[in-house]
């Protein structure tokens, strides 16, 4: 490994200046190849300072944290750190907490790790644990939630079976006691249906078994998949298009994806209204509004509606039999088709969903004809829980 000859201080600073302004990462002179070939493909932030702590190189990632503030690290614990290892050459990790430069207002987690190159630079590599420990989070809870959501329904079928056998000389309470059963048997057969799918969407391509599939026939079949639902509470299915639309996704999820919506806007919404489906093509994505008179969500709600078992309002939950991870599964589903999915709701009046998908493109067709077969979706629905 060839060695380095650092810039003076005051051409490094001025080098910086420069590069900082371009907004890329920073790199103030000839390293060996060695090196940058490594730090351009690791995943953490990288900086490389001088003896003195003058920073030579910084990668983007470390600009965007606000580590490098001209050149120098703007963060005190890193700079002692750095020049710990300046004055042993011992190589350094250490977990630290440090407010974000330069208004100091957000709390950063960082693993630091400083080591020294041996040709008068020293290298820091800097990774942020938030999202790691975010994702640990989430996984804990969701070990937490389904323990508890699969408690409540085995529970109940437990006491039920005592029960019945107590009430065996009574046909009618045993006749009681057996369709509770069976409810909870449902229930409880949703809950783990819901698990199943949701598991297999989070490493699931659906690019593996897709097929260029017709929005309007998605509707009807979504349709035919609810009508006994709605018929039972007399809401009216109103579906409506701007002109024929396709995407190309996995048949199978986006199905479910819009019949978690429809059932949600179905048992949110008031007997005797309507929910209304519409389809039209936005910038090449396909959107398709569902859109109904329900209960509406509040608006303290709306950012953790799609959140595994979260619910607005768990008792409501319990009496239309919804397990929580519907809209879980929506967003998953959403995701895998390189869209996303974003809610408006206003309790009253009633709450849209909107799913994106890309739009499918037919090889064969010309320019005007694929701007037309343009695809994305958008899913309006009552009080977005399920």
């Known amino acids: 490994m060839a060695a380095w000859r650092p810039y003076p201080s005051n ?14 990462s920073l790199d103030v002179q000839e390293i060996p190849d060695e090196v940058a070939r490594i ?76 080591a020294d190159l041996g040709t008068g630079a020293i290298l820091v590599l800097i990774d942020d644990l938030a999202e790691e420990r975010r994702v640990d989070a989430v996984r804990r809870d969701f070990v937490a939630n389904i323990s508890h959501e699969l408690k409540t ?36 057969g949703h809950l783990v249906q819901d ?63 819009l019949r978690n919506l429809l059932v949600n806007a179905i048992a949110y919404s008031s007997d005797g209204t309507s929910v209304a489906v519409h389809s039209r093509l936005v910038d090449s994505m396909v959107e398709i509004m569902v859109k109904d008179q329900g209960i509406g969500i509040p608006s303290n709600d709306l950012d953790r509606i799609f959140e595994r078992f979260y619910r607005v309002d768990p008792a409501r939950s319990r009496v239309t039999g919804g397990t929580g991870l ?23 009046v009633g709450s849209t969903f909107t799913l994106r998908i890309p739009m499918y493109r037919s090889e064969s067709a010309d320019d005007d004809a694929q701007s037309g077969a343009s695809i994305g979706m958008s899913l309006t629905i009552g009080e977005g829980r399920s």
């Open 153 to 188: 329904p085995v529970g109940a079928l437990s006491v039920l079976a005592e029960a019945v056998q107590s009430a065996s000389d009574d046909p009618v309470q045993v006749r009681h006691f057996a369709e509770r059963m069976q409810l909870e048997a449902t229930r409880l």
């Open 326 to 348: 519907g809209l879980a599964i929506v967003k998953h589903v959403c995701q895998n088709h390189g869209g996303e999915c974003t809610v408006w709701s206003e309790v009253g």
């Open 195 to 257: 698990v199943i799918d949701l598991s297999r969407l989070q490493g699931d391509d659906p690019l593996s078994h897709a097929q260029v599939v017709n929005v309007d026939e998605l509707i009807d079949r979504a349709f035919d998949d609810v009508g006994m639902l709605a018929a039972q509470r007399d809401i009216d299915l109103v579906v409506g298009h701007d002109s024929e639309t396709f995407v190309y996704a996995d048949l199978g999820q986006l199905q479910t994806a």
């Open 39 to 114: 730090l351009a493909v690791l995943p953490s932030a990288s900086i490389v300072v001088d003896l003195d702590g003058v920073v030579l190189r910084a990668s983007a990632r470390s600009l965007a944290l606000g580590i490098v503030n001209r050149n120098a690290i703007a963060i005190t614990d890193i700079a002692k750190l750095v020049s710990k290892v300046a004055l042993d050459g011992e190589a350094r990790e250490q977990e630290m907490r440090a407010r974000r430069p330069p208004l100091g207002r957000e709390l950063l987690e960082l693993r630091v790790r400083v």
């Open 11 to 24: 051409v490094a600073s001025k080098l910086l200046h420069t590069e900082e302004a371009s907004g890329q």
